[in-house]
């Protein structure tokens, strides 16, 4: 009897879209990723707000209000990490794959199915993608001129690259399930870099996590100084919050000068993301315990 061969199953996806204050960009963002839906596929959107102040849930409501599967949740955490973790604590049971989804880039036709395309072709638990940082201002060009370069983001593979390949670390994107929910998902005590932390866990377990270069997409830097700031002191600076790390020193942003600002501004963005990954997996080799044991 002649072999049959595998067919794909359909996919029950959830797609997760943190916000916070993004009322200039979340409609945009919806239509690309609602544009080219799959026919094959069980797709719900949880946009995960954490307390817009801007009219942002109200942009969504109204967009939910004409979807069945776009959906609205409150993230009393803030953080992206908590928000990711939420809805899949939510809405993630009985679902295969997660897709996770910055408001702030702009998404090109066929994301979804790229990523799942990608999924389905290779043997990884998690693609993860290129981003290109583009912006309108000066300032914005200047921020991702910095963080494409290899000054700024210590040559990742996910920072302009245009190889395909299995990686530590990169953007992410899409994971299997499994994967994302026997790691434990997202450490919510980061605030930053959450991404290489969890990249960190997933391969300690021995998850693969597979770089599409054709997959790309345009992310556009805060627009000023002070937002830019912001983002990424917004409750502990980078360093502080990497207590896992104890090479990298504790500094209290409060206390900085602005010159001592500048001057971690500027280390934050000439360190890799996947160098501290790295440092942080030589401190958990033995697959440290979940961090989020509800979702485990």
């Given amino acids: 009897m002649a072999s049959v061969p595998d067919v794909p199953r359909p996919?029950?996806?959830?797609?997760?879209?943190?916000?916070?204050?993004?009322?200039?960009?979340i409609a945009q963002v919806i239509a690309d990723l609602t544009a080219e839906p799959l026919p094959e596929a069980d797709l719900l959107f949880v946009v995960a707000d954490g307390g817009s102040s801007d009219g942002t849930q109200d942009i969504v409501g109204r967009i939910a209000a004409t979807r069945s599967d776009l959906l609205l949740l409150d993230n009393p955490k803030k953080l992206q990490s908590a928000a990711v973790n939420l809805a899949v604590e939510q809405y993630g049971e009985g679902r295969d794959l997660l897709i996770r989804c910055d408001a702030h880039a702009d998404y090109p036709a066929g994301f979804l199915k790229s990523l799942v395309d990608a999924f389905d072709r290779g043997e990884a638990d998690a693609i993860v993608v290129p981003m290109d940082s583009v912006g309108t201002t000066c300032f914005q060009r200047a921020v991702g001129w910095v963080s494409d370069s290899k000054v700024g983001s210590g040559g990742s593979a996910h920072r302009g690259g245009a190889a395909s390949g299995y990686v530590d670390h990169g953007h992410h994107a899409l994971f299997r399930m499994d994967s994302f929910r026997a790691a434990g998902g997202y450490d919510p005590s980061f605030t930053h870099n959450e991404d290489a932390e969890l990249d960190c866990r997933q391969r300690a377990l021995g998850s693969r996590i597979f770089l599409d270069a054709d997959i790309r997409l345009r992310y556009?830097?805060?627009?000023?100084?002070?937002?830019?700031?912001?983002?990424y002191f917004i409750t502990k600076p980078l360093i502080t919050k990497n207590r896992s790390t104890p090479e990298l020193p504790s500094i209290s942003v409060s206390r900085l000068t602005p010159n001592g600002v500048r001057g971690i501004s500027r280390w934050t963005h000439t360190t890799s993301k996947a160098a501290i990954a790295r440092r942080t997996c030589r401190l958990k080799s033995n697959a440290a315990p979940s961090p989020n044991p509800q979702i485990s």
């Avoid at 943190?18 to 960009?25: G, I, K, Q, S, V």
């Avoid at 556009?220 to 983002?231: D, I, M």
């Fill in 11 to 25: 996919h029950a996806i959830l797609v997760v879209i943190p916000t916070l204050n993004e009322a200039r960009h």
């Fill in 220 to 231: 556009a830097p805060r627009a000023t100084p002070g937002k830019l700031a912001r983002q």
